[in-house]
């Protein structure tokens, strides 16, 4: 017997950008991603998305695995330019079917949909009035929330609004490394309060609309450690835990910034800045439930020094941040590699335990609210032998945190589903395809042929058992 409740939902992942390709098919319009990752040096040896694992023409054959594996519930995102190729307006019928039918075909095998209203892929054209730095891109995103209430809301009962503001906003706006590529921290901030805008504008749609559903937002779970015990490692510490938990998780959980913060920010770069009614909409319109993606803990130390972000996008351990080549800011904090630590060959600690504390303090923050662990994985090269594909570290990975999971239960945590990222290989933003994650293998030299792996059927005996055989 495992502490799992009887109607937890296991399921897995994916977003579109990284699964659907067909990205000129039947009148979809061009997202950021599809501007960016076609400019010289910006992905892993220039891969895309144009065709990914060809979801979008092979979904029936994808619904038929996750069925096969016992999936009670998929996650995916829709793509925003596929529905609406200009943001707004002029609407694709095409591109509405698409989730039509996959919608039907996951309620014909059981399998509950779980929609991401945005994993990253603004359309262009909206980009090019200003993506998130304009606030029209928040209206926007109300008029393409209700279509999609609209049209998928008789048969979907679980929305969230964006995912991992942290991600689009943090590297779209500060490192630079995704779209829009800008450097600027003073425009990150406007742009994540107008993301904070259209998430309320999109909850205040969603409890119009009638919809029997739950509607949340999904964060990095940014589980921290101080380097050391030093006073300046805990101030360094307490100001990473403000700026990834509280700034990001606040609005949508409270209705209100962490007080503090919002002044420093306000005083040192005259940003956010709130329209009026601002307030005011953030605090009607907090969520039903978050959704937390784990992946690794993060160790943080005092920073003296300016530093610029290298990622580890190949895979070969060392090549992220290492002693003398850290990231953080200056005079705040910095992220440094944990001695300690047991690191993925991408460089990300993997630390189980971190997920049962990162859950028990947004207990402790936030109170009863019901959680979804809505990403959790490990990227790595798998082996084949023997034609076999023999994932047994993902298998391992999965199984601690599975574990890090029931203990948060145990100590009174709501968490009612998990969802690994992912369910399939699919196109990893910054690393190509090398980075696997999924249950189901796709072999790019034989026309996309899908396979499943060992921990497919370690993950189906799981399901089976409710989280009690694993
Ligand atoms: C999350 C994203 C996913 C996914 C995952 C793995 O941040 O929501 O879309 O990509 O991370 O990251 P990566 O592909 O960089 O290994």
Redesign the pocket.
């Known amino acids: 017997m495992s502490a799992f409740p009887k109607d937890f939902l296991w399921g897995a992942a994916t977003?579109a950008y990284?699964v659907e390709g067909a990205h000129d098919v039947d009148g979809k319009g061009p997202s950021i991603w599809d501007t960016f990752s076609h400019l010289p040096g910006t992905t892993y040896q220039g891969t895309n998305g144009d065709v990914a694992v060809d979801h979008y023409h092979r979904f029936r054959e994808d619904v038929a695995l996750m069925a096969e594996m016992g999936m009670q519930s998929y996650r995916f995102s829709i793509s925003w330019p596929r529905l609406l190729p200009q943001g707004r307006g002029t609407i694709n019928e095409a591109g509405v079917k698409f989730y039509s039918d996959l919608i039907d075909a996951l309620l014909e095998h059981n399998i509950e949909p779980m929609i991401t209203l945005y994993?990253?892929d603004l359309p262009q054209a909206l980009q090019d009035e200003g993506g998130w730095e304009a606030r029209s891109t928040a209206e926007a995103f109300e008029e393409y929330a209700s279509l999609c209430y609209q049209r998928y809301g008789d048969r979907v009962k679980l929305w969230s609004t964006f995912?991992?503001t942290v991600?689009f906003i943090g590297f779209g706006y500060i490192t630079g490394g995704h779209p829009p590529g800008v450097k600027n921290p003073a425009r990150a901030l406007q742009a994540c309060h107008h993301v904070f805008v259209a998430h309320a504008k999109a909850v205040a749609a969603f409890r119009t609309s009638g919809i029997d559903g739950k509607i949340g937002f999904v964060n990095?779970l940014q589980t921290h450690t101080p380097l050391s015990q030093s006073a300046e490692d805990l101030a360094a510490y307490q100001l990473a835990e403000g700026i990834f938990t509280h700034w990001l998780y606040d609005p949508v959980l409270k209705g209100e910034y962490p007080a503090e913060l919002l002044a420093q920010a306000q005083a040192v770069w005259g940003v956010p800045q709130f329209a009026p009614g601002d307030e005011q909409l953030l605090r009607d319109n907090i969520c039903d439930f978050i959704g937390l993606?784990y992946?690794k803990r993060e160790t943080i130390a005092a920073n003296h020094h300016e530093s610029h972000l290298t990622m580890n996008t190949s895979g070969e351990k060392g090549k992220g941040h290492q002693q003398g080549n850290e990231f953080g800011f200056k005079g705040l904090f910095k992220f440094v590699r944990n001695p300690n630590g047991v690191y993925t060959d991408?460089d990300w600690e993997i630390y189980p335990q971190g997920l049962t504390e990162g859950i028990m303090n947004i207990k402790a923050r936030y109170g009863d609210i019901p959680m979804y662990i809505t990403?959790n994985?490990l990227?790595a090269k798998d082996p084949i032998i023997d034609g076999e594909v023999v994932d047994d570290d993902r298998i391992d990975y999965l199984r601690q945190h599975i574990g890090a999971i029931e203990d948060a239960i145990n100590q009174g945590a709501d968490v009612r589903g998990y969802y690994p990222?992912?369910f399939i290989d699919l196109l990893?933003?910054?690393?190509g395809f090398q980075?696997q994650?999924g249950f189901v293998y796709v072999d790019h030299n034989k026309g996309l042929a899908r396979q499943r792996k060992k921990s497919f059927f370690w993950y189906q005996k799981l399901i089976g058992s409710n989280g009690a055989e694993r």
């Open positions: 977003a990284q994993h990253w995912n991992e991600c990095v993606n992946y991408w990403e994985g990227g990222w992912s990893s933003w910054l690393n980075k994650y």
